[in-house]
């Protein structure tokens, strides 16, 4: 069966610090993987996506950057945190486009 | 980027009350997903609807897409304190484009 796995699943950061948070995706191959972000309980924001090894799409331009240096890796990064960069990071995946995205348990980032 | 309006925002009921929740977009989606996400966790798919005027149904939870695929409702009869969570509807225009989220309809149910 596959599994998602992200962490951490909280951290707090002083601001200008950097980010690093990973996601690894188990039993498939080649997923669509995504990086969410979710404000005070509201709707997720896309922030990137990615089909395939080392290619990425970025959907808000902003602080963050990501990379996916193996097929199912998905890292989310920041050279220099902003308070704004505070919320709930959710990492998540699917076989193909428009069916079912699968979530991990999110990383809850306070940037102090 | 499509936009996908839930209303409404929050919605606070009684145990045994009856709901109805709406998503809506001027884009036509080829598909559409809700989800039910509860504090500190993840969504969690609960249904997918395909074609326009469909209706699903799950327990007590009734699904229905609009005939022109524009909009979804999901209604919940009976409700009990177990539906609290927050209810997100997703959307996907077509191959090549990642799935949009509504805001949510944050729900609680008291006893």
């Known amino acids: 069966s596959q599994t998602i796995h992200q962490w951490p699943a909280t951290l707090v950061q002083p601001v200008g610090s950097p980010l690093s948070l990973e996601c690894t995706v188990e039993?498939?191959?080649?997923?669509?993987l995504y990086w969410y972000r979710q404000a005070a309980g509201r709707g997720l924001q896309l922030l990137f996506y990615s089909v395939g090894i080392g290619q990425i799409s970025s959907e808000v331009p902003q602080n963050l950057s990501a990379s996916r240096p193996q097929d199912r890796q998905f890292i989310l990064s920041s050279k220099k945190l902003l308070l704004s960069d505070s919320g709930f990071y959710l990492c998540?995946?699917?076989?193909?486009?428009?069916?079912?995205?699968?979530f991990g348990q999110g990383t809850r980032l306070t940037v102090v | 980027t499509q936009l996908l309006k839930q209303s409404p925002q929050f919605l606070s009921i009684q145990e045994g009350e009856n709901l109805t929740v709406y998503c809506n977009s001027s884009s036509v989606f080829s598909s559409l997903q809700w989800y039910r996400q509860e504090p500190g966790e993840g969504p969690v798919l609960l249904v997918t609807v395909v074609t326009g005027g469909e209706v699903k149904k799950l327990k007590r939870l009734t699904f229905q897409f609009g005939d022109a695929r524009k909009d979804s409702s999901l209604h919940i009869t009976a409700a009990q304190p177990g539906d609290t969570g927050l209810y997100l509807c997703a959307g996907g225009e077509s191959a090549g484009y990642a799935l949009n989220f509504g805001k949510g309809t944050s729900l609680l149910v008291t006893p």
């Open positions: 039993g498939t191959s080649n997923p669509n």
């Open positions: 998540a995946w699917s076989q193909g486009w428009n069916t079912e995205a699968f």
